[in-house]
């Protein structure tokens, strides 16, 4: 978590919402992530959505688990309620809030690690039952706190800082949600402001579990194996008094390319990655479209983004619960308590 307060200078002409907010009212704490991090792009993106969308803070939820992206949610939206859970565990704390308070915008921020390893089966559930949330991925390919070993969602053949090379396939999130029946998939690069903010923007409104996979480069682990000046070799011939690490700065990545097109990116360490943006004419409610599309570009190497997959008519986790309209945070003790009578009948029912 971020103790470090930013300064607040507001300039007089800066654009103000609907609510009378500028976007500086939608910011958190100091980033203490490394510079150039694509976590503090996404961060930025989120700032701008709530911001742009006229989100009212005190009535956005924020959860995470654990993980450099799960620090992200101290840096937006400062003002809002914020929980960081166990490692992987954050859908269940989320299902757990939106059931007690469905009248607030949950947002969870995770990572590949959080998501697809340890926290897989509750990230599963979370879409099966299709919670109302938006739940954003900070994709980077490594788990980022342990030094840089491959996540899940590493691809065949990419090389670690080590120098090894993954010979596991990768686990997709937007295949996995799509498989799944998600009613809102979209992927994003973190160096793409201008199509992420919209995606964010159209997830938040979404009602039911929103998916949005963030490809966000790692920067800490770019060095090269046999540096003199390598994080490795330092850690293994230097005696400190105390633990501190130097990151050093990198520069962000960005990209902007049109629709349809395809664009090589190349990331910090020197290795490439391709993003096709989706066709102005690709169906987004088409899900066997959308498996085959994700598949052929796949074949080919690259990443695709923009709107996946979009399903307007399931129904989200209160209506299938059939739960009262009232927040249950809100009802009074007689109806959450009915009594040991309605209990001895609840309980006959699994004899």
């Known amino acids: 978590m971020s103790f470090i307060t930013k300064p607040k200078i507001v300039h007089p002409s800066m654009p103000r919402n609907a609510l009378g907010l500028t976007v500086r ?36 939820a924020k959860l995470s688990g654990i993980g450099c992206s799960s620090k992200t949610p101290a840096y937006f939206l400062k003002q809002s309620h914020g929980f960081n859970s166990v490692h992987g565990r954050m859908p269940s704390v ?8 469905r009248e607030l915008l949950y947002v969870g921020v995770s990572g590949d690690g959080d ?34 070993q491959f996540s899940a969602s ?43 903010v919209p995606l964010l923007k159209g997830a938040m409104k979404h009602r ?32 400190p008094a105390i633990l501190a690490d130097y990151i050093a700065p990198s520069q962000e990545i960005r990209a902007e390319y049109e629709k349809g097109a395809a664009m090589p990116v190349v990331l910090h ?9 989706t066709d102005p004419d690709y169906d987004p409610t088409d899900l066997a ?24 008519e399931g129904q989200e986790m209160h209506a299938l619960n059939h739960t009262v309209d009232a927040p249950l945070n809100g ?11 309605a209990l001895a009948t609840l309980q006959e029912n699994f004899r």
């Open 115 to 148: 998501s697809l390893s340890i926290g897989m089966g509750q990230f599963v559930h979370a879409m099966r039952r299709n919670l109302d949330m938006l739940y954003v991925i900070e994709n980077n390919g490594v788990y980022g706190l342990t030094k840089g």
């Open 25 to 60: 009212d939608y910011e958190g704490g100091m980033s203490t992530l490394c510079a150039g991090c694509g976590h503090d792009s996404v961060t930025s993106a989120l700032v701008q959505a709530a911001f742009e969308l006229d989100v009212e803070p005190h009535r956005m």
């Open 289 to 312: 479209g959308a498996f085959a599309y994700l598949q052929k570009q796949s074949a080919e190497h690259e990443h695709v983004t923009g709107l996946l997959y979009v399903n307007e």
């Open 208 to 239: 039911g579990f929103a998916l949005v996979d963030v490809i966000s480069p790692c920067v800490t682990f770019n060095d090269h194996e046999g540096s003199t000046k390598s994080y490795q070799f330092t850690r293994d011939h230097y005696h």
């Open 94 to 101: 989320a299902t757990g809030a939106n059931a007690a308070n």
């Open 331 to 341: 009802l009074d003790y007689d109806r959450l308590c009915p009594g040991s009578e």
């Open 154 to 196: 590493a691809d065949i053949g990419s090389t670690a800082k080590k120098g090894d090379s993954n010979e596991q396939p990768p686990i997709d999130p937007c295949e996995l949600a799509l498989s799944l029946g998600c009613g809102y998939v979209a992927r994003s690069f973190s160096g793409d402001k201008a199509q992420l």
């Open 269 to 277: 360490d020197g290795s490439q990655i391709v993003l096709r943006k």
